[in-house]
């Protein structure tokens, strides 16, 4: 090979390693790539620094030309974590290099573990660098519902301790004023309120993987401070008078009333401001109706809920609105 | 018959798939496929140019459209209830119904027929046949995104292909030929040669293996080795890394299972792991309950504890759990199952009929496998203990809409250039034509537990006792339209999975 690396006098005491996979030798390899040379030889010098667990200057160049060429490449990511953690290199430039990376290729993995894996590092990050949140915001410009970006967002809070940094709940508000459908940020909104802290296994509900308490109990904090309960379930009906018929502040606000030990009952009212007789403007409504009246043995009531969902309002999924008409101990109609 | 014989006969894919889009910054890089070169590529008799759904008055006109007969009001009407506030959301939701619209009413220009009596057009299985044996073959430079991604490759193709009756032992050879380098020697799979090991990748070279079956083919892997790596990725908190320096998730928890359990592991941890030294003694220590700690309020299950709940993973956590044990004690001692089944029923959409991934998302083909499979977990969890050899005297049932995700799949899901996708207006790959497939088989077949397991190892013993039957009962597809059965918890052949657990029974590994 003649390649870049090959003429480079930097690279002359490699002896690449090719790929060799079977092609010469007369195997037939499953779904092999017509990979351009540029890329076989690059990953050819990979394949023999990583052997060598070479970690150098050139090493790291070596792997920014791999991911150029090939984002998707998880070894090289991992590779480079270890070179740049060794050779103490600023990390507040791989940071901004990773922002340009992260905008062009929005759906890709590694990118986000490659950037928890530096941001983690206390000697280069102590605290919160200041323009981390800024960055997020822009990508979700792109797309506010990105999961990779929230896993890490979500890492991110746990890691500076941000559930109280008001930035948080700012940019939750801001997502969800523009989009109040965004399920995504429903979540992190939760985990901000009243998710576990500091000393906490993670978890998405306070009591998970205790096992000496059963999944009902879980999601039940034992001390939550009740104005801010109060604050969060006003969110939540504002947020379902725009759109009654959105299943996120529904859910959230159950999510809610479980972790501070308060009933749905406390919402009859309000969720039967949209089951008025034949206007009937959203069906999670429907479903919580149905929900109080099976809670207080009023099953009659609570199965003619659930029939007008199977009916009408959600009959897609009949089966499972008749699930729950049996184990009300009522007769399918 | 599939009019392309596999073997040594390579070609050169025309290969539709919307990660092509990805680009590189590589100068002279042949750039990947594109749309415009698609839509040149079509085969003769399926010209017939796409309809322009995109603009607001074609719109109309198509949603207001008569249906074919036989096609009920709940599968072409928009939801009772609709809320004037527009948003993002909204928009994407509008636009992909008016774009599956169409289709759900059988009278969109690009579906091919026949149609039956219900209103559903045939499975097109030469095309897919030809799609999947495709995809097994050479692909253009600009795909070289998919360098890490071979084994899954070849775990879509081969699944697809058994799904579609088509006999995947014959790529035997090539597949040991394509794994052999990307086996590493401090145990599991990579990508290729020179990638480290990843769970996803061994996961899906082990299925692989498993599907083209035999001797050779089992003996390739080395299961110490793998039984050492598996144990360095081993976390303090119960889960798992999906690689050596890797992110922590749900696929990690799920690939190691299936992994361990097929090749019979010794669930103990190797004498020298890290996870040791966090008071662990076992590969599953913690398992279930970092699994617990991924349900979300919404009653869904993340990626990783503290995520929003999302489809993919669900059925990451619940086939675990259903490995690690019997789902009727391992689902229901660390799941919320009333939140659960609410939010997993709450994952089909109407008129649609396919489901979604995550609350306020598009339906995408794909969750056809990933939400479709936690339902047969959950339904025998529901029915309990398996009391004999055959199906359950009673079981609840389906608790979803069998016939509007089999109208989903085969009226919106099917590329008119063959393989299945996302969508319409999406492109076809390899990934969605094997999960789409699955999804429908899934519909067509129940599967239950029975009180004996194959094998005499008493670990993981649950995982062993899944049999399926298909359903005879009334759907909207025809007998033509049938595909083999998969396994609900490894997505590979029933047999496949009894020959490699047996195999690897008779050849213990001391730890």
Known sequence: ?333 | MPPIVAGKHRRKVRFPSSTSTTSSNSTNQQPPPTKSTLTNQKRPGQSRPRPKLSSATTGKMTSQAAPRPGIPDLFTQPSAIRDPLVTETTDLQDATLEKCLPFLKGISSTQQGPFNAYGVPALQRDDHVAFLYDSLEDYPPGFVILDASRPWMAYWGLAGLFLMGEDPTRFRERLIDTLRPAQNSTGGFGGGRGQISHLAGSYAAVLSLAIVGGEDTYSLIDRQAMWRWLGRLKQADGGFRVCEGGEEDVRGAYCVMAIISLLDLPSELPPDCEARKAGLNTLTDGLAQYLSRCQTFEGGISGSPGVEAHGAYAYCALACLALLGPPEETIVRHMNLPLLLSWLSSRQYGPEGGFSGRTNKLVDGCYSHWVGGCWPIIQSALDGKPQGSGPPATTVGSLFSREGLSRYILSCCQSPTGGLRDKPGKHADSYHTCYVLAGLSAMQHYHYRTDSATGSNKSWASAFTWRSTPIREDNVYEKSDRLAALHPLYGIPFPSVDEMRLWCEARPITP
Request: proline fraction near 5%.
């Open chain 1, 1 to 333: 090979m003649d390649g870049k690396y090959a003429s480079d006098p930097e690279w002359a005491s490699v002896t690449p390693i090719p790929l060799d996979d079977g092609e010469e030798s007369g195997a037939s390899p499953l779904a092999y790539i017509a990979y351009p040379t540029e890329y076989l030889e690059a990953t050819s010098y990979l394949r023999a620094v990583m052997a060598a667990n070479e970690m150098s200057e050139r090493a790291l160049k070596l792997t920014q030309d791999v991911i150029a060429m090939n984002p998707a490449h998880y070894t090289v990511w991992i590779y480079r974590a270890k070179i740049l953690l060794a050779l103490e290199k600023d990390l507040n430039e791989e940071i901004s290099w990773l922002n340009t990376v992260a905008l062009k290729y929005l759906k890709n993995y590694q990118i986000w573990h490659h950037r928890q894996v530096i941001m983690s590092t206390r000697a280069s990050f102590p605290t919160l660098p200041p323009k981390e949140q800024d960055f997020l915001v822009d990508m979700f410009a792109q797309d506010s519902k990105n999961y990779h970006v929230w896993t890490y967002r979500h890492w991110l809070v746990r890691h500076f301790k941000l559930w109280d940094n008001p930035r948080e709940i700012e940019d939750v508000n801001h997502l969800l004023k523009a989009d109040v459908r965004n399920n995504s940020a429903w979540n992190h909104r939760y985990m901000l309120r009243f998710g576990p802290r500091e000393g906490e296994l993670d978890a998405g509900m306070a009591n998970a993987g205790d096992m000496s308490t059963t999944p009902s109990d879980k999601g039940v904090l034992g001390v939550v401070d009740e104005d801010m309960v109060d604050g969060e379930l006003l969110y939540a009906q504002e947020a379902i008078v725009r759109a009654p018929e959105n299943r996120s502040p529904w859910w959230f606000a159950r999510g809610v009333l479980l972790a501070s030990g308060r009933g749905l009952e406390e919402w009859e009212e309000f969720a039967g401001k949209f089951v008025a007789g034949d206007v009937v403007k959203s069906s999670h409504a429907v479903e919580w109706l149905a929900d109080v009246y099976a809670g207080a043995g009023k099953e009659g009531l609570a199965v003619d809920m659930l029939n007008l969902l199977k009916e009408k309002y959600d009959p897609i999924r009949k089966n499972y609105w008749d699930y729950r008409i049996k184990a009300l101990g009522q007769a399918t109609a």
